[in-house]
């Protein structure tokens, strides 16, 4: 067994305040990386300019981040921070403006390389320093070392091979706030899926286990905030952003399964956000589960059937169902993919993915 996550991280109230001396420490100019609306609208981009001006530290702004961040939009954020000079990275947002940080400081630390840098395995993955502020309670990057990016030639998204963990993870729930009510439910979903796909995995041990079920408890605490059966509470964000960082503490030792893999071809082709293209197969992959495995993951949930949860997740994410060219595409797409398929913990051949990808038709 092992676990490893050598980010520090601190969870609180004002968060980003209480920890701007270690943020300032970490260099002189930095590169806050956002998308273009929700990172102003939160307040974080306002916490972390305040705590950066407090210790007197420069730092400059690219707020173009889509989701899904595609390989260019790195290289022309690389390119930024090269011609100001910075010399660490803030990554603010969900978990497209967060992977994208990754991706940045790694490129901005080998500035002489080109893109294709970034898919190179062997290579050496140092990066400017990096600080990162979830704003959403699913993606968990902030805690992991992956840095999933849209690559457009093959109409698909892929993790770059370069594990980068950032140093310092930021997490207040006040954040999730002003999130509107679709982003709290696919981002939710999105961390019970890497729960779920981190707990039904062969390499998963003690140590995920630990994590998972705790993930799994207090996720499990905000149901019906999500459900719209009562308001959210302080507790009830502090509660969704702490799951979604046990789910990334969860994934970042032992991987993503294939939920995920069939996400990514839906989400390139169908525009579906990650979160709800995730949950849309987790149905199908817990009904193909050991029962023992599918039954803890069902119980540690709140939930009592597979069904249950698919009924919640239609309540949350809409009950549309993709065509079957595109399930028979993102079938073919991970049929390719074996190290993705090794982490299933029962046969997966190909009839077995197509029982999961149909299983809701």
Known sequence: MKFF?????????????????????????????????????NGAYADVCQALDRAKIAHVLFDEVEQNPSIET????????????????????????????????????????????LYQKGADSSTLPIVEVPTTCGTGSEVTPVSVL?????????????????????????YLKSAPASVLHNTAIDALAHLWEALINIDADDYTHMCVAEGLRVWKRSKAVLLGERQATDEDFANLMNASSLAGMSIAQV????????????????????????GYFQAGYLAEADAADREEALTLAGFDSVDDYQNFYEALCGSDKLADADLEYAVDVLAGKPDKLKKVPYTCDREVLRRIAFYTK
């Open 74 to 117: 790195v290289m022309k954020a690389r390119d930024f921070g090269v011609e100001n000079g910075v010399d660490f990275v803030i990554g603010i947002g969900g978990g497209s403006p967060l992977d994208a940080a990754k991706a940045i400081a790694l490129m901005i630390k080998h500035q002489d390389q080109d893109r294709s840098y």
């Open 255 to 278: 991987g993503t399964t294939v939920p995920h893999g069939l996400s990514y071809p839906v989400t390139y082709n169908q525009h579906m956000p990650h979160g709800k293209a995730v």
């Open 150 to 174: 849209t690559i457009h030639a093959e109409k698909t998204k892929g993790s770059i091979p370069h594990k980068i963990f950032a140093d310092y993870a930021l997490i207040d729930g006040k």
């Open 5 to 41: 996550m050598p980010t520090k991280l601190y969870q609180e109230s004002d968060c980003v305040a209480r920890h701007s001396a270690e943020i300032a420490a970490l260099g002189s100019r930095a590169l806050i990386v956002t998308g273009r609306h929700s990172a102003k609208a």
